[in-house]
Antibody, heavy 122, light 107 residues
């Protein structure tokens, strides 16, 4: 069974940093691109970014709202994807979801973690 | 960026009703559209890809159609488990974008 478990969320002050982890199991992690989404309280879904699998260069893409502040990385040996969030702003408050991109390499996402809440507030 | 617009934003329906949700793209996205279902406090669940292809395990009462700029998600006979919010997502180009969601409520 595919499982994605996010961790690392919490309360953080504006301007500070936080790193989220996504621990995967039930599939060959290194074969898949991984992506992060977020959902502000009471709002819709927003794509944050993704990291391609190593065979596709392991490169990253980001939404404009986080580019330069957030970075995604992966450790295939541990089946973990990371979201490093720097210079956090109040608007970054959201539930953050880790997802697995479909193996077809088209950008839809067939499995989602349960999410972890990040609250940015002074 | 491609803007995705869903309508209606809220829909009241009864068990057994046929329900249709519309998603419009600000420019042509061919058939590069996915649909997700989200229940309160839960992660989204993937339903449909390439506008009309049903993900394995998704009940056949769900169907998708459309291409270009206009798409629909249809639930042929609404079941109690289907009361949720539905989102469309385009994957024609980056940034990936979602519609604002359609909440399907009990009438």
């Amino acid at each position: 069974e595919v499982q994605l478990v996010e961790s690392g969320g919490g309360l953080v002050k504006p301007g500070r940093s936080l790193r989220l982890s996504c621990t995967a199991s039930g599939f060959t992690f290194g074969d898949y691109a991984m992506s992060w989404f977020r959902q502000a309280p009471g709002k819709g879904l927003e794509w944050v970014g993704f990291i391609r699998s190593r065979p596709y260069g392991g490169t990253t893409e980001y939404a404009a709202s986080v580019r330069g502040r957030f970075s995604i990385s992966r450790d295939d040996s541990k089946s973990i994807a990371y979201l490093q969030m720097n210079n956090l702003k109040n608007d970054d408050t959201a539930v953050y979801y880790c997802t697995r991109r479909d193996l077809s390499n088209y950008d839809y996402f067939d499995h989602w973690g349960q999410g972890t809440l990040v609250t940015v507030s002074s | 960026d491609i803007q995705m617009t869903q309508s209606p934003s809220t829909l009241s329906a009864s068990v057994g009703d046929r329900v249709t949700i519309t998603c419009r793209a600000s420019q042509s996205i061919s058939s590069w559209l996915a649909w997700y279902q989200q229940k309160p406090g839960k992660a989204p669940k993937f339903l449909i890809y390439k506008a009309s292809s049903l993900e394995s395990g998704v009940p056949s009462r769900f169907s998708g159609s459309g291409s270009g700029t206009e798409f629909t998600l249809t639930i042929s006979s609404l079941q109690p488990d289907d009361f949720a919010t539905y989102y469309c997502q385009q994957y024609s180009s980056l940034p990936l974008t979602f519609g604002g969601g359609t909440k399907v409520e009990i009438k």
